[in-house]
């Protein structure tokens, strides 16, 4: 995937942190000392490590507070809409240092949602910045497509637009397409923990990007088709074609790939309908009431992990 903004690990060495667990929030699973590293110029996002991470994760940690505001502004353009303040924590997510562990919260508002836990990846805080992207953009969902295939698919791919596809290894189009394709257009799976449908919402978003319909057109329009709302609905909204002709129109498609399905862009659609706004996303302005969010989101997964890894 082509880059929208390709986060540069910082050379200067991190500022010195503080205890701060009595004013930390409540975290979905961490149970741990929350270290504070401080928080982004807007006062959007606060940052935790928990420090038996050392170097490497007060790394990660400082890295994530230097690019938050960044990552705020360009999920803000991507919706439309401008999100309320978030805490992270970064820890071994999983037992893991390498951002295999994924990233979780609890809800999809910035409400019920807004205390992120992401694994540490020494050494590449790109995955970092990546994993806090998929939990704020399900923020940004606002009680909508929470948990459903829909959700996840668009998710994934607001974290591979702000990072470089630095989730590469989290790929589930491939999956998909080895499983016999099966039409997650016509129907939303309940789940986002299922390859297979996230797999196909990964490949049917690249096909649609690929005809220059950018993220900042695709993500209001999912939220607003909302947890019923299908990929053949999103189709004939943005192309006013039927959405009938939504699931044979991307076989076909298919069918044309030279290559088949290898990634999750086999349309090449980020190269094609980057989001132009994204490139010179400007700060946002200081932290802004937290929306009112439309639902409360129910009591389903919202852990990000790659395929085949399941939640300990």
């Known amino acids: 995937m082509s880059p929208s903004h390709r986060i540069k690990a910082t050379k200067k060495k991190p500022a010195d942190i503080s205890r701060d667990s009595a004013g930390a929030p409540t975290w979905p699973s961490y149970k741990g000392t929350s270290q504070l590293v401080g928080t982004s110029p807007s006062g959007r996002v606060t940052v935790y490590v928990d420090p038996t991470l050392g170097q490497s994760g007060l790394q990660n940690a400082q890295d994530l507070l230097n ?5 705020v502004a360009a999920n803000d353009t991507i919706f439309g809409t401008t999100g309320g303040p978030v805490s992270v924590i970064v820890f071994a997510l999983g037992n893991a240092t390498d951002g295999t562990g994924g990233a979780d919260h609890m809800g999809c508002d910035y ?14 805080s790109a995955r970092v910045s990546a994993l806090f992207e998929a939990e704020l953009s399900e923020c940004s969902m606002n009680g909508n497509l929470c948990g459903q295939s829909t959700g996840e698919a668009l998710s994934r791919w607001c974290a591979a637009g702000i990072s470089n596809n630095a989730l590469s290894d989290f790929a589930t189009a491939p999956q ?10 016509n129907k939303t799976d309940p789940t986002d923990q299922n390859a ?4 196909c919402g990964m490949a049917f978003l690249s096909w649609l990007m690929s005809q220059s319909y950018s993220l900042d057109k695709i993500a209001p329009e999912m939220v607003a088709l909302g947890d019923a709302g299908t990929l ?5 909204n943005l192309t006013s074609d039927a959405a009938a002709n939504a699931w044979p129109k991307f076989q076909n498609a298919i069918k044309a790939l030279p290559n088949g399905v290898t ?3 086999p349309f090449g ?11 010179g996303a400007k700060m946002p302005a200081p932290a802004a009431k937290a929306p009112t969010p439309t639902a409360i989101c ?3 997964s919202k852990r990000l992990l790659p395929p085949n890894r399941k939640t300990a």
């Open 67 to 71: 690019d938050a505001d960044r990552v």
């Open 269 to 279: 659609g980020a190269q094609l309908a980057q989001t132009a706004s994204l490139r």
């Open 176 to 185: 998909w397409a080895q499983d016999g394709m099966p039409d997650y257009v």
């Open 263 to 265: 990634n999750d862009d």
């Open 111 to 124: 409400t019920t949602g807004a205390a992120i836990e992401i694994d540490a990846s020494f050494g590449n």
């Open 196 to 199: 297979d449908s996230t797999g």
């Open 298 to 300: 129910p009591p389903k």
């Open 232 to 236: 053949a609905q999103l189709y004939a």
